[in-house]
């Protein structure tokens, strides 16, 4: 499967930004879909995920309640809603898909997006 993210940008902290991910291929809904994000001189970590159906919906806690992820199968897209961002969320974001069960670890993925930058100014 390709993964094409897009709606990164610049905000201002205390703004919102919906990033889009679009999926290759005619088994969309038989992937897990995971937003990760990463910033410079860190490591990628884990920002929300979604399983297939979108029953299930992780979220890491740096995150909760600000970001809400969700997926339209019939468009193979999945979506990633920010709000309320802060300076500390300036990354460049990255979709990812895998096989089976949703997941948190960035190495159980399969496929990945080319990301998208997103910068929230202070």
């Known amino acids: 499967v390709q993964l094409q993210a897009s709606g990164g940008g610049l905000v201002q902290a205390g703004g919102s930004l919906r990033l889009s991910c679009a999926a290759s291929?005619?088994?969309?809904?038989?992937?897990?879909m995971g937003w990760f994000r990463q910033a410079p001189g860190k490591e990628r970590e884990f920002v929300a995920a979604?399983?297939?159906?979108?029953?299930?919906?992780p979220y890491a806690d740096s995150v909760k309640g600000r970001f809400t992820i969700s997926r339209d199968n019939a468009k193979n897209t999945v979506y990633l809603q920010m709000n309320n961002l802060k300076p500390e969320d300036t990354a460049v974001y990255y979709c990812?898909?895998?096989?089976?069960?949703?997941?948190?670890?960035?190495?159980?993925?399969?496929?990945w997006g080319q990301g998208t930058l997103v910068t929230v100014s202070s």
């Open positions: 990812a898909a895998k096989n089976g069960l949703y997941g948190r670890d960035y190495v159980a993925y399969n496929y």
């Open positions: 291929g005619r088994t969309f809904s038989g992937y897990a």
């Open positions: 979604i399983s297939g159906s979108g029953g299930r919906t």
